[in-house]
């Protein structure tokens, strides 16, 4: 066997695939990504706090009365609200700017199975999410001083929410050729998700053609799946936004695997 | 005698109010034709910012109390009119600094007051039709008991001016490009979410209402407010003298920071 891996003519390499080689190549790639994000992961983490800690007492100083409803809502839309900048905004602006760099290029180019590169990509910034998403659901809980009731739920809830954000925002990042059209879905993103999507409010206040439309984007079922781990009674269908969050993610999936599976 | 004059430097002396008025106008064409389309396409987002905070609000009650729609509706002309000058002239400077156009501009042979002028006329042109847009739609989604005076154009000239001026100051006086950002973007939420600018201030907690009344934001919003509605404006004067103390010293910070030799 070595012999006749010896005899090959040059230039002929050796198959590079198999579970372990990608198993190796994302543990590779896993140390690549942690190294590059190391100086920004606290950054990260802070900004992200933040956004979803400032955007929850913000809601809270619009109403003249905040009602025990309004601050139950608020606070659980807190998570969402702290999660969403993080796959929306952050990612895309991230791969933007590998993009712009040059640095996007380099990590195709490099000897590992793409798809080791994304998957790596998407634990790196799940897990940079978690910290930002509780702490802004702390600071949210500590000003209402609501009382949440906490099940076993909210773990696949958290988890499910951070890895569509993560992948629905990177598939918009690869998909989209030119980072300045990105960095502005992005921004209209969160503003239809600061103003219009059901997150810290209850859908029934949205017009039917708006709540018809939120029941199939990723927010509001973000909402729901977090709220339905947070609370007790408060939400009813959270099976369907389970699936819709889970179709979301295998969609963004697939449309990066697409994109990656060609070559340039 | 003349012969000595004539091979060095031309030293006319270059001051007065047709040398102004000439750096005026050209800098206004200037700072027209860099943002070019830019101002265009600023001018549509804040129209469609504006418009989408009017109506979006709505959604957070059912059903909307008049006095919040009354509230957010004559808060937004604030936040249109601080938009170019607070949040995007400092991050335009700061670029301008990285790829080295702001030398480039700062020894120009135009004075700092008809530069600073000129970008000022670029924020209330950038600014105004959004606010204009704004009120419209808001007047027509929730037909607010609004009344407008002639008090609007100090109070919309003096607000543009001071955040342009605010602006200025943080744009010029911070040397980091990175610090810059990171103060406007600091402004940005200030004013969007820390500031009673969209809603009462009896709606904050009251160390932070205290710590509103000493920055520009809260009175801008009074200036205008009591321009667009009627009955009792407690402060009013108070805001205009704040306003004016502001406007004053970052443009004194812009002046020294500007006028000093490298």
């Given at each position: 066997?070595?012999?006749?891996?010896?005899?090959?003519?040059?230039?002929?390499?050796?198959?590079r695939s198999g579970v372990s080689y990608w198993a190796a190549s994302f543990g590779v790639m896993l140390r690549f990504?942690?190294?590059?994000?190391?100086?920004?992961?606290?950054?990260?983490?802070?900004?992200?706090?933040?956004?979803?800690?400032?955007?929850?007492?913000?809601?809270?100083?619009?109403?003249?009365?905040?009602?025990?409803?309004?601050?139950?809502?608020?606070?659980?839309?807190?998570?969402?609200?702290?999660?969403?900048?993080?796959?929306?905004?952050?990612?895309?602006?991230?791969?933007?700017?590998?993009?712009?760099?040059?640095?996007?290029?380099?990590?195709?180019?490099?000897p590992v199975p793409?798809s080791a590169q994304a998957a790596s990509?998407?634990l790196?910034?799940?897990?940079?999410?978690?910290?930002?998403?509780?702490?802004?659901?702390?600071?949210?809980?500590?000003?209402?001083?609501?009382?949440?009731?906490?099940?076993?739920?909210?773990?696949?809830?958290?988890?499910?929410?951070?890895?569509?954000?993560?992948?629905?925002?990177?598939?918009?990042?690869?998909?989209?050729?030119?980072?300045?059209?990105?960095?502005?879905?992005?921004?209209?993103?969160?503003?239809?998700?600061?103003?219009?999507?059901?997150?810290?409010?209850?859908?029934?206040?949205?017009?039917?053609?708006?709540?018809?439309?939120?029941?199939?984007?990723?927010?509001?079922?973000?909402?729901?799946?977090?709220?339905?781990?947070?609370?007790?009674?408060?939400?009813?269908?959270?099976?369907?936004?389970?699936?819709?969050?889970?179709?979301?993610?295998?969609?963004?999936?697939?449309?990066?695997?697409?994109?990656?599976?060609?070559?340039? | 005698?003349?012969?000595?004059?004539?091979?060095?430097?031309?030293?006319?002396?270059?001051?007065?109010?047709?040398?102004?008025?000439?750096?005026?106008?050209?800098?206004?064409?200037?700072?027209?034709?860099?943002?070019?389309?830019?101002?265009?396409?600023?001018?549509?987002?804040?129209?469609?910012?504006?418009?989408?905070?009017?109506?979006?609000?709505?959604?957070?009650?059912?059903?909307?109390?008049?006095?919040?729609?009354?509230?957010?509706?004559?808060?937004?002309?604030?936040?249109?009119?601080?938009?170019?000058?607070?949040?995007?002239?400092?991050?335009?400077?700061?670029?301008?600094?990285?790829?080295?156009?702001?030398?480039?501009?700062?020894?120009?042979?135009?004075?700092?007051?008809?530069?600073?002028?000129?970008?000022?006329?670029?924020?209330?042109?950038?600014?105004?039709?959004?606010?204009?847009?704004?009120?419209?739609?808001?007047?027509?989604?929730?037909?607010?008991?609004?009344?407008?005076?002639?008090?609007?154009?100090?109070?919309?000239?003096?607000?543009?001016?001071?955040?342009?001026?605010?602006?200025?100051?943080?744009?010029?006086?911070?040397?980091?490009?990175?610090?810059?950002?990171?103060?406007?973007?600091?402004?940005?939420?200030?004013?969007?979410?820390?500031?009673?600018?969209?809603?009462?201030?009896?709606?904050?907690?009251?160390?932070?209402?205290?710590?509103?009344?000493?920055?520009?934001?809260?009175?801008?919003?009074?200036?205008?407010?009591?321009?667009?509605?009627?009955?009792?404006?407690?402060?009013?004067?108070?805001?205009?003298?704040?306003?004016?103390?502001?406007?004053?010293?970052?443009?004194?910070?812009?002046?020294?920071?500007?006028?000093?030799?490298?």
């Amino acid at each position: 066997m070595t012999t006749s891996a010896a005899a090959s003519p040059p230039g002929i390499v050796q198959l590079r695939s198999g579970v372990s080689y990608w198993a190796a190549s994302f543990g590779v790639m896993l140390r690549f990504e942690f190294g590059r994000a190391r100086e920004s992961a606290a950054l990260t983490v802070i900004v992200q706090t933040f956004m979803g800690a400032g955007m929850a007492l913000t809601y809270g100083f619009f109403y003249p009365h905040v009602t025990p409803t309004v601050a139950l809502y608020v606070t659980t839309g807190t998570p969402t609200l702290a999660l969403i900048p993080l796959g929306f905004v952050m990612v895309p602006g991230v791969i933007g700017e590998q993009k712009i760099e040059g640095t996007f290029d380099y990590i195709w180019s490099l000897p590992v199975p793409r798809s080791a590169q994304a998957a790596s990509t998407f634990l790196l910034y799940t897990l940079l999410a978690l910290p930002g998403t509780l702490l802004a659901l702390l600071v949210a809980t500590w000003r209402y001083g609501v009382h949440l009731e906490i099940s076993p739920l909210v773990v696949p809830a958290v988890l499910l929410c951070a890895v569509t954000a993560v992948t629905v925002g990177f598939a918009m990042a690869l998909a989209i050729a030119n980072p300045l059209t990105t960095n502005l879905v992005t921004n209209a993103v969160i503003f239809v998700v600061l103003l219009f999507s059901p997150i810290v409010y209850p859908i029934s206040h949205l017009p039917g053609w708006l709540s018809e439309t939120h029941r199939i984007l990723p927010f509001y079922n973000m909402a729901v799946a977090m709220r339905a781990g947070l609370t007790r009674g408060l939400v009813t269908h959270a099976a369907t936004s389970f699936l819709v969050l889970a179709a979301w993610a295998v969609a963004a999936c697939l449309s990066t695997a697409w994109v990656i599976g060609r070559r340039r | 005698m003349s012969s000595v004059v004539d091979a060095g430097p031309p030293t006319e002396v270059r001051r007065g109010a047709a040398h102004w008025a000439g750096g005026y106008g050209a800098m206004l064409r200037w700072h027209l034709a860099s943002l070019r389309l830019w101002l265009a396409f600023l001018v549509g987002i804040q129209i469609l910012s504006g418009v989408g905070f009017v109506l979006g609000i709505a959604l957070f009650f059912k059903p909307i109390p008049v006095s919040v729609a009354l509230f957010v509706s004559t808060g937004v002309p604030v936040v249109n009119l601080l938009t170019i000058g607070l949040m995007l002239g400092p991050q335009l400077v700061a670029s301008q600094k990285i790829d080295g156009s702001y030398d480039y501009l700062r020894c120009l042979p135009v004075s700092r007051s008809a530069n600073a002028l000129a970008w000022y006329t670029v924020t209330l042109v950038g600014g105004v039709p959004a606010m204009v847009v704004s009120l419209a739609v808001a007047q027509a989604r929730y037909h607010l008991p609004l009344h407008l005076s002639a008090m609007i154009v100090p109070a919309v000239l003096l607000t543009c001016f001071t955040g342009t001026m605010v602006g200025y100051a943080v744009a010029h006086a911070l040397s980091k490009a990175t610090a810059t950002r990171l103060v406007t973007q600091l402004l940005t939420f200030a004013v969007f979410s820390f500031a009673p600018v969209l809603y009462p201030v009896r709606q904050l907690p009251r160390w932070l209402g205290t710590l509103n009344w000493w920055l520009p934001f809260r009175q801008m919003a009074v200036a205008v407010r009591a321009s667009l509605t009627s009955g009792p404006n407690p402060g009013l004067v108070t805001a205009y003298i704040a306003l004016a103390i502001w406007a004053t010293a970052c443009a004194a910070v812009s002046a020294l920071v500007l006028g000093r030799r490298e």
